[in-house]
């Protein structure tokens, strides 16, 4: 696949960029250097490969999936200027 300068024009319309004819020309080549890389890795054989989140193996650390902050609506509203029935109460901005 190549990118060719209409093609780098209508992208860069879409994000909104300003691109001169000659940025145009610079940012098709990129693009094709960095789409020939990515044609380079598809050949690579993974067969058998997992997928790894390190170079180094180590167990992801997780938490017990449990509720462990109910009953504190009190403790939580304690501080707030004006509650009713566990709420924050607030000024009325709005007429």
Partial sequence: MSVDIATVKRVARLAR??????????MAG???NILGFV?????VNVDGVEP?????????RKRADVVNDGDKAEDIVANAPATAENFFMV????E
């Fill in 30 to 32: 990129e693009l094709n």
């Fill in 39 to 43: 044609e380079q890795l598809s050949e």
């Fill in 52 to 60: 790894m989140t390190s170079v180094t193996p180590m167990a992801m």
């Fill in 91 to 94: 000024p009325k901005v709005v």
């Fill in 17 to 26: 960029l300003a691109v001169t004819e000659e940025e145009a020309e610079k």
